[in-house]
Nanobody, 113 residues
């Protein structure tokens, strides 16, 4: 069992930036992912990173978001630049594929002027 704790969300204006962090309760060497869920919508996969650092992104965030990981700190990051109102959601981290019992509370990202 592992717990993920997400942080770093907040209120930002369109075009702004945020850096999300996800700390695991123990070391992990799985493919990690960031997901998001906007009000009234299904949770969607945003970005993934392998233990070796290979990354993939959903088309809507390519060129704006960067996922990274620090295995020594049991932490995964999501750098989000050029934020848009449609990026507003609760952001979660989990394995890929996600494990139901690993979902944390997430961190709210609000993009509004």
């Amino acid at each position: 069992q592992v717990q993920f704790v997400e942080s770093g969300g907040g209120l930002v204006q369109p075009g702004g930036s945020l850096r999300l962090s996800c700390v695991a309760s123990r070391s992990f060497f799985n493919i990690m992912a960031w997901y998001r869920q906007a009000p009234g919508k299904q949770r969607e996969l945003v970005a993934t990173i392998t233990p070796g650092g290979n990354t993939n992104y959903v088309d809507s965030v390519k060129g704006r978001f960067t996922i990274s990981r620090d295995n020594a700190k049991n932490t995964v990051y999501l750098q989000m630049n050029s934020l848009k109102p449609e990026d507003m959601a609760v952001y979660y981290c989990n394995n890929l594929p996600p494990k139901t019992s690993y979902w944390g509370q997430g961190t709210q990202v609000t993009v509004s002027s």
